[in-house]
């Protein structure tokens, strides 16, 4: 943009161009719609824990079994852990000045996430399929 241009543009028009690169709105729906999928999801999954509480091992292995609650528990768990990706990352690029410290914050987050969703899906489907044996 020319300096000659840039004397006739409002303020507004000038910061416009500036700034966030665009990338917050995915972010913030993504935010919002794991939070809502985590609302039905977690009284589910309460539900589930409560009626659960004081039951032996082989009867929640055969409650993981079922596909219905095996697929609806792999959903808790990616839903909780993509919200949980999307908060720290909001709070490491809020709070972290420094830009190596702050990617090697968000990368390290990213891949946490996905090291505990990895083992998480597995253990579930190790359960579901053998009982955990």
């Known amino acids: ?8 543009r409002t303020p507004l028009s000038r910061a416009r161009g500036l700034g966030a690169s665009h990338h917050g709105v995915g ?6 719609v794991s939070g809502l999928a985590l609302i039905p999801l977690f009284l589910w999954g309460a539900f589930a824990g409560i009626r659960l509480a004081g ?11 079922i596909p219905i609650n095996a697929v609806l528990l792999s959903l808790l768990f990616i839903a909780l852990l993509v919200h949980l990706k999307n908060a ?3 709070v490491i690029e809020d709070y972290v000045v420094a830009f190596a410290p702050k990617a090697a914050l968000v ?3 990213l891949f946490l996430c996905m ?3 990895a083992a998480g899906i ?8 053998t009982g955990a044996l």
């Open 1 to 8: 943009m020319s300096t000659s241009n840039s004397q006739f």
């Open 55 to 65: 039951s032996d091992f082989d009867t929640v292995a055969a409650w993981v079994a």
């Open 122 to 129: 597995v253990s579930i489907l190790k359960i579901a399929f």
């Open 27 to 32: 972010h913030f729906i993504a935010e919002r």
């Open 107 to 109: 990368i390290g987050n």
């Open 115 to 117: 090291l505990a969703g």
């Open 88 to 90: 720290i990352q909001v």
